[in-house]
């Protein structure tokens, strides 16, 4: 069990190491059902250890504390609550102990998601913890079986290929129409990176998942012909391929990584299936010319920054079974001016549709709670009642 370093959501776990018997065994629990954490194992005390704790935590999606006497009487667990709770950190709090909270701990967590690991058996407890809301995003999807059999791992492939165990490595080549050979069942993270005189790729039905950055920055790069088995997308998978123009997902796509589509700034059209149940945050952020979207129905919420600066999107249809809209999920969309609320709808965060001038009217959900500054600063902005 090692903390996670990386680029991708993960959660910040807070603790004294006085607890360290009762949280790290739930830690390891969160770690095998894929959840990405990282905790101040390894570090010693001193001026490196403030400074890692305080760039892991800025840079975490959510804070985990375990509060206790021990937790409550430490200046660098108050520390690291005050830290996550002035950064708009999505917060829980697992008590593992019941006792009298000094009121100065008590207001800080007035409103913070808790539950109480004395009041459950181990099991429970854990089935309890992966209930909580808003950290699902710092889980690596499960691993699904591909959809056609491995290639054998001594099968020959061109020389331009380092393909190892079925995953494309590394092209090596630089040709401007790429047709991956069959038999490939991944491509792998940074496989075509910075390939800036790919043109056009054309991938096999064999290939299930393309890992983080598989064409970040191919900037040449217009045309793309997708696996029809493809179930995930990773992080930056195509970020600021600066040429995509329009982008069919198969129906086989469930998961698409934060920031896969980010500034891909000549992309007008995208086709999102309906199976799709996770659209990461910054998926489309900065798409300057995206005009329109239809989001699929699979999924329940739409997270941070999704469509952030999206200038010239003017419609977007937000179906029925989405609970939530994140922060700063519309952000600068100025172009935006029609949007349907459905009445599922419980939570719009704040900053969601911030600088969406061209907003006149919304219809706003029977029970939907609007953070403050959800749609400033469009003053002439007139809100319907149901």
């Known amino acids: 069990m090692h903390p996670y370093e990386g680029d991708k959501p993960y959660i910040f776990v807070s603790y004294s190491h006085k607890d360290a018997e009762r949280v790290l065994p739930v830690i390891d629990r969160l770690s095998e059902a894929g959840f990405r954490v990282w905790y101040d194992a390894g570090i010693t005390f001193g001026e490196e250890w403030l400074v890692s704790v305080a760039e892991h935590l800025v840079n975490s999606h959510a804070v985990l504390t375990f509060i206790s006497r021990d937790f409550e009487s430490s200046q660098h667990c108050s ?28 207001y800080q967590i007035a409103n913070v998601q808790v539950l109480t690991y004395s009041r459950y058996r181990a099991d429970a407890f854990f089935d309890e913890l992966l ?36 995953v494309l490595v590394k092209y090596k080549g630089k040709a401007r129409e790429v047709f991956v050979p069959n038999g490939i069942t991944a491509i792998g ?36 012909t997708l696996s029809q088995a493809l179930t995930s997308i990773g992080y930056e998978a ?24 980010s500034c891909c700034s000549a992309l007008e059209s995208v086709t999102l299936p309906d199976g799709v149940r996770t659209l990461g945050g910054k998926a489309f952020a900065d798409c300057i010319l995206l005009t329109r979207v239809k989001l699929p129905s699979s999924i329940t919420e739409i997270r941070e920054d999704v469509f952030r600066g999206c200038v010239k999107l003017s419609s977007v249809s937000i179906p029925d079974g989405i609970t939530a809209i994140g922060e700063k999920a519309f952000y600068f969309c100025n172009s935006l001016s029609d949007v349907h609320l459905p009445e599922s709808l419980q939570r719009i965060a704040p900053e969601a549709f911030q600088w969406c001038l061209s907003l006149d009217t919304v219809r706003l959900p029977h029970a939907v709670s609007v953070a403050p500054g959800a749609f400033s600063p469009n003053t002439a902005l007139l809100f319907s009642e149901p």
């Open 131 to 166: 209930r909580v809301k808003g950290i699902d995003l710092c889980r690596q999807p499960p691993v699904l079986m591909p959809l056609t059999v491995k290639a054998p791992k001594d099968a020959a492939y061109p020389e331009e290929f380092d393909v190892k165990d079925g």
């Open 189 to 224: 993270k940074r496989a075509f990176s910075g390939c800036q005189q790919l043109q056009s790729v054309m991938l096999p039905d064999s290939i299930t998942m393309l890992d983080a950055y598989a064409f970040y920055r191919c900037t040449s790069l217009s045309h793309v």
């Open 238 to 261: 195509f970020g600021n391929c600066t040429s995509l123009v329009s982008i069919v997902l198969p129906d086989s796509c469930l998961e698409i990584d934060n920031a896969a589509f």
């Open 79 to 106: 520390r690291e609550l005050t830290m996550a709770i002035n950064h708009k950190k999505i917060l829980l709090s697992v008590f593992l102990d019941e006792f009298k909270l000094s009121p100065g701990l008590e």
